[in-house]
Nanobody, 120 residues
Framework: QVQLVESGGGLVQAGGSLRLSCAAS????????MGWYRQAPGKQREFVAGITSDGNTNFADSVKGRFTISRDDAKYTVYLQMNSLKPEDTAVYYC??????????????WGQGTLVTVSS
C-alpha cells in the first residue's frame, strides 16, 4: 500500500503563512499527480492545487497568487506554501497522490488530513 503522511498544519493569524508537507511511502514505481484538497465545516471537499510529474501546476481561483505547490521527487514529497492566509482558508487540508505501484498496478492515496485554522 501507498501511504501519505502530512505535516505543517496549525493555527495562524490572517496574513500569515504556513507550509504543508506530504510524504509518500510504500510500494511506489511512479507518482503521477500530487495535490491538495480542503474541506471546511459544512462544505464539500474542494480542489486547492495540483502538480503533475512534468511540473505543471493548477490552482483553485480562490488561492491563485497566494499559494504555491511544489514537489521533491527524490523524497516523494509535495509541499503547499500558503501565504497571505485568510479566515476563509480555514479547513482540513488533504494530500492526494496517484501513480503506479508497478508497471501494471495503479494506486491512488489520500492523507489523513491536517487542520489549518486562520484567525482574524
Amino acid at each position: 500500500q501507498v501511504q501519505l503522511v502530512e505535516s505543517g498544519g496549525g493555527l495562524v493569524q490572517a496574513g500569515g503563512s504556513l507550509r504543508l508537507s506530504c510524504a509518500a511511502s510504500g510500494s511506489i514505481f511512479r507518482i503521477n499527480t500530487m495535490g491538495w484538497y480542503r474541506q471546511a465545516p459544512g462544505k464539500q471537499r474542494e480542489f486547492v492545487a495540483g502538480i503533475t510529474s512534468d511540473g505543471n501546476t493548477n490552482f483553485a481561483d480562490s488561492v491563485k497568487g497566494r499559494f504555491t505547490i511544489s514537489r521533491d521527487d527524490a523524497k516523494y514529497t509535495v509541499y503547499l506554501q500558503m501565504n497571505s492566509l485568510k479566515p476563509e482558508d480555514t479547513a482540513v487540508y488533504y494530500c492526494s497522490a496517484d501513480g503506479w505501484r508497478s508497471p501494471l498496478r495503479r494506486f491512488d492515496a489520500w492523507g489523513q488530513g491536517t487542520l489549518v485554522t486562520v484567525s482574524s
